[in-house]
């Protein structure tokens, strides 16, 4: 009876039946009865948990590997897939906000204005209400490094940095070898060209003690309050670039920390109506300033400084 009881479920039965016989031969005090019986618990469960051989005693207790086991590579297969198809999409390029820009260049002064006299000193309007000459022969420094040529430079170095990023370079000169054009001339060019700025590159020519950049704006407001605010902020942010990148310092002797924008006998700034900054990049009279304006290495920092500038206005 008891033998007939123990091995016939182990055998045949897979659940309750194994439960049930296996709870009465305990009763009925067959303790042999519990050693056949276990080989049935592993076969009842194991195709759910191969671990869980001892579980024959009810359904609760196998539950939670069920649910605890599915629940990992559920978590796991999102996890998984997801770099799998990450590549079957093409990337999107980041947006360039550079791109489509148009800053316009105006290298001051230019190579033939010298002589020429009668053709630059005709006079134009100077967007305050009176007249100036169309152009000047502008400075040097000591030892006869013209800035002309220094403008003529910087702006190419500045030129190239611009168009690297995307963005569109009108220049108010193509050489410099030329005459003029006249102030109220370049100022057209940035008009004409709908230019989101324009930078006027110029090198000082006063006392020698004097040192250090600066950059102007129109003290009037030819284009409204908000181009007068967009031309500050342009000022500001080539300032910040100049002075960030070390090539050197703010001005000594005009402007507040490197901008001025007090001055209204600048015919350039006073007909433009785009954002417009002239900087003057040192006192070419300045042994301190004329060696960095002399040097290409000194050009080529001004003129990153002058670009970041440029490129941070934009981006703003
Ligand atoms: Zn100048």
């Not at 220049?171 to 005459?179: E, K």
């Not at 908000?226 to 050197?248: E, H, P």
Request: net charge neutral; with cysteine.
């Amino acid at each position: 009876m008891s033998v007939r009881v123990c091995h016939g479920p182990a055998t045949r039965a897979r659940t309750a039946a194994v439960v049930g016989a296996t709870m009465l031969a305990a009763l009925l005090g067959v303790s042999s009865c519990m050693v056949p019986a276990t080989p049935a618990a592993p076969r009842a469960v194991s195709r759910t948990a191969s671990s869980l051989p001892s579980t024959p005693q009810s359904s609760t207790a196998q539950s939670p590997p069920p649910v605890s086991t599915p629940a990992a590579p559920s978590a796991a297969t999102p996890n998984a897939t997801a770099p799998s198809t990450a590549p079957v999409a093409p990337p999107t390029p980041p947006p360039n906000p550079l791109a489509g820009k148009v800053v316009v260049i105006d290298p001051g002064h230019n190579g033939a204005n010298a002589a020429n006299p009668a053709a630059i000193n005709k006079q134009v309007p100077d967007g305050a209400g009176g007249t100036k000459a169309c152009n000047t022969t502008g400075t040097a420094t000591n030892d006869g490094y013209a800035e002309h040529a220094f403008t003529w430079d910087l702006a190419n170095k500045l030129k190239s940095l611009l168009e690297s990023k995307g963005i569109t370079v009108v220049m108010t000169r193509q050489d410099d070898d030329g005459v003029g054009p006249c102030v109220n001339v370049r100022a057209q060019i940035g008009n004409d060209a709908h230019a989101n700025a324009v930078v006027s590159i110029h090198g000082d020519g006063a006392a020698a003690g004097s040192h250090g950049f600066f950059c102007m704006t129109t003290a009037l407001a030819p284009g409204g309050a908000a181009i007068k605010a967009q031309s500050a902020g342009l000022a500001g942010k080539v300032r910040d670039a100049i002075a960030a990148n070390g090539v050197m310092p703010v001005a000594n002797y005009e402007g507040t920390n490197g901008v001025n924008g007090t001055r209204s006998d600048l015919a350039g700034l006073n007909l433009s109506i785009v954002p417009t900054t002239m900087c003057e990049l040192g006192n070419m009279r300045s042994a301190i300033d004329s060696a960095i304006q002399k040097s290409d290495t000194g050009r080529a920092q001004i003129a990153a400084g002058l670009a970041n500038g440029v490129f941070a206005y934009l981006a703003g």
